[in-house]
Antibody, heavy 118, light 112 residues
Framework: QVQLVQSGAEVKKPGASVKVSCEASGYTFTSYYIQWVRQAPGQGIEWMGRINLNSGGTSYAQKFQGRVTMTRDTSISTAYMELSRLRSDDTAMYYC???????????WGQGTLVTVSS | QSALTQPAAVSGSPGQSITISCTGTSSDVGGYNYVSWYQQHPGKAPKLMIFDVNKRPSGVSNRFSGSKSANTASLTISGLQAEDEADYYCSSHTNNSTLIYVFGTGTKVTVL
């Protein structure tokens, strides 16, 4: 069965970077996109960007341009999202999700809580 | 790019039907048949309930249905059950140059 397993919770200081991993299994890794979204405590869902796991091509929300980098390692079926210059308002649950056939996410990781605090 | 607009809360009694609206623009909801709906229980990851406006993934109850008219999409839950109590988010592809997807503001469904 399709599974996305994310790395564990992180606590970072303002100005630092965080790198979250998303290990996929149960399907052909390079046949789909991985999307990254985040959800601040008690808030809605915000789309951050996506990566084409075959080509490595990326699309980022303008809000995160220059601060976010999405990569993948096809040898271990793992996608990564790195966010730099962290601020307190980056405190959120970060999710990876498999991009389905058109524009939807059919399988989701369990989430990674990133806390930014001095 | 603003989020798609959803009502903050919708409630219904067991067995009733409820509908959640999701209003966007011609650049997103109205321009494409790429609206999806997600259910999120507290502390859990979102779960895909509807994609491409009205398609249900395998395993999702047929009590959930989707539709769209102009710039507004809707999710209807019929035969409301206690387990349907959750937050629901719509999402749409958008041709806005700043992003590809936009999510709705979210709706809290309460089963009375």
């Amino acid at each position: 069965q399709v599974q996305l397993v994310q790395s564990g919770a992180e606590v970072k200081k303002p100005g630092a970077s965080v790198k979250v991993s998303c290990e996929a299994s149960g399907y052909t890794f390079t046949s789909y996109y991985i999307q990254w979204v985040r959800q601040a405590p008690g808030q809605g869902i915000e789309w951050m960007g996506r990566i084409n796991l075959n080509s490595g091509g990326t699309s980022y929300a303008q809000k995160f341009q220059g601060r976010v980098t999405m990569t993948r390692d096809t040898s271990i079926s793992t996608a990564y999202m790195e966010l730099s210059r962290l601020r307190s308002d980056d405190t959120a649950m970060y999710y990876c999700a498999r991009g389905g056939g058109s524009y939807y996410s059919d399988y989701w990781g369990q989430g990674t809580l990133v806390t930014v605090s001095s | 790019q603003s989020a798609l607009t959803q009502p903050a809360a919708v409630s219904g009694s067991p067995g009733q039907s409820i509908t959640i609206s999701c209003t966007g623009t011609s650049s997103d909801v109205g321009g494409y048949n790429y609206v999806s709906w997600y259910q999120q229980h507290p502390g859990k990851a979102p779960k895909l309930m509807i994609f491409d406006v009205n398609k249900r993934p395998s395993g999702v109850s047929n009590r959930f249905s989707g539709s769209k008219s102009a710039n507004t999409a809707s999710l209807t839950i019929s035969g409301l059950q206690a387990e349907d109590e959750a937050d629901y988010y719509c999402s749409s592809h958008t041709n806005n140059s700043t992003l590809i997807y936009v999510f709705g503001t979210g709706t809290k469904v309460t089963v009375l």
